[in-house]
């Protein structure tokens, strides 16, 4: 017979999409990868309105026509990484991918780790024009918004 507990985390981690138990004692399995990950919820990168209107504008006239935008970092600006935006044929295997609003984003893992949570905002203001990147994780960032420092 199940104990009651048992069976309410059963349930409750079953419902999360994490479903494997030690057959021997009906606990989740401790150290699990897919546990683990699953524990982590990866906040997306997103984009606003504004900002997909702008991005597809200038998707459609490459040729050919990129199918994604790449988003990273490199080190550089006043505050140590530059956000880069880029228009990209090819997925690498590595790359994490999202889909916002229309557009496939494609972050490599070590950008990813410090742009969770990222929506890129455009705005056509004649002296602060541009893309624009509102980071949750930016501990500082600089006077024009395009390099930031974590901790």
């Given at each position: 017979?199940?104990?009651?507990?048992?069976?309410?985390?059963?349930?409750?981690?079953?419902?999360?999409?994490?479903?494997?138990?030690?057959?021997?004692?009906?606990?989740?399995?401790?150290?699990?990868?897919?546990?683990?990950?699953?524990?982590?919820?990866?906040?997306?990168?997103?984009?606003?309105?504004?900002?997909?209107?702008?991005?597809?504008?200038?998707?459609l006239n490459q040729n050919p026509v990129p199918p994604y935008v790449r988003?990273?970092?490199?080190?550089?600006?006043?505050?140590?990484?530059?956000?880069?935006?880029?228009?990209?044929?090819?997925?690498?295997?590595?790359?994490?991918?999202?889909?916002?609003?229309?557009?496939?984003?494609?972050?490599?893992?070590?950008?990813?780790?410090?742009?969770?949570?990222?929506?890129?905002?455009?705005?056509?203001?004649?002296?602060?024009?541009?893309?624009?990147?509102?980071?949750?994780?930016?501990?500082?960032?600089c006077g024009c918004g395009s390099s930031f420092q974590t901790q």
């Amino acid at each position: 017979m199940q104990h009651p507990a048992t069976d309410s985390a059963r349930q409750q981690h079953h419902q999360s999409g994490v479903c494997q138990f030690d057959a021997r004692s009906d606990h989740p399995i401790k150290g699990n990868r897919f546990m683990d990950l699953h524990r982590q919820q990866p906040q997306p990168i997103t984009l606003t309105e504004v900002a997909a209107r702008k991005l597809e504008s200038s998707r459609l006239n490459q040729n050919p026509v990129p199918p994604y935008v790449r988003i990273g970092t490199r080190p550089g600006g006043c505050s140590g990484l530059s956000y880069t935006l880029d228009f990209e044929h090819r997925r690498r295997p590595e790359d994490l991918a999202f889909e916002s609003r229309g557009h496939q984003l494609l972050c490599d893992p070590d950008s990813y780790a410090v742009l969770q949570g990222l929506i890129i905002d455009y705005s056509d203001d004649l002296m602060k024009g541009g893309f624009k990147f509102r980071n949750p994780n930016a501990t500082r960032t600089c006077g024009c918004g395009s390099s930031f420092q974590t901790q």
